[in-house]
């Protein structure tokens, strides 16, 4: 079975996410694999190139992400165009890693995917486990984690889907408002569960 696990900014997702793999759980992580693809030689990273020019690159041909940042926000038809090359081949990649998982007998592949429902990747897999907190514990956290103030913190809450609405659409929901063992304890049972469901 392929898992979805999503949330929102500072809900703790990425948490989450290290418990499962501490737990020997195969995670794909999509925001890891957005960075590989833009690596010299790489499809993406040749077709990133003649669209938006050598201007964009560091002297060791990388590509100079705050450049490349600094046109797309403020660029929305630019931003668009540069989803259109990477969003593809993040989403093939992640596909051949989790039918390798299955195919080595793992019953349980999750896709870590943070604009899972913004990007509407939903049919990419079978069920979607959303990490949350209110929106209020969401603000504080991102206040704390990033060092921003309340104006800044909420224009990037904005950016994104409601958490409210993301705990609607769950399958299944892990509540992170509480302490890091409360956490574990559900992503345990929530396991164990999966596992009872799967093996019948």
């Not at 890891?32 to 020019?53: D, K, S, T």
């Not at 603000?139 to 950016?159: G, H, T, V, Y």
Request: glycine letters at 4%; zero cysteines.
């Amino acid at each position: 079975m392929i898992l979805g696990l999503t949330g929102g900014i500072a809900t703790g997702k990425s948490t989450v996410s290290a418990m499962l793999r501490e737990r020997g759980i195969t995670v794909i992580d999509a925001d890891l694999i957005a960075r590989q693809v833009v690596e010299p030689g790489m499809p993406a990273y040749n077709a990133i190139v003649r669209h938006f020019g050598t201007d964009i690159l560091l002297s060791d041909r990388t590509i100079d992400r705050k450049k490349l940042g600094d046109i797309i926000f403020s660029d929305e038809t630019e931003r668009q165009a540069l989803n259109a090359i990477v969003h593809p081949e993040v989403r093939k990649v992640m596909r051949e890693m989790a039918e390798a998982a299955e195919q080595a007998g793992e019953t349980i592949v999750f896709m870590d995917i943070p604009l899972l429902f913004e990007s509407k990747l939903q049919y990419m897999v079978d069920r979607i486990v959303v990490v949350y907190v209110p929106a209020e514990t969401q603000l504080r956290r991102l206040m704390e984690r990033d060092d921003l103030d309340p104006e800044q913190a909420a224009k990037r809450i904005r950016a994104q889907l409601p958490i409210e609405w993301k705990k609607e659409q769950a399958d299944y929901l892990i509540d992170n408002r509480g302490t890091r063992e409360e956490t574990e304890q559900q992503v345990e049972q929530f396991l164990f569960s999966l596992r009872t469901e799967l093996s019948k």
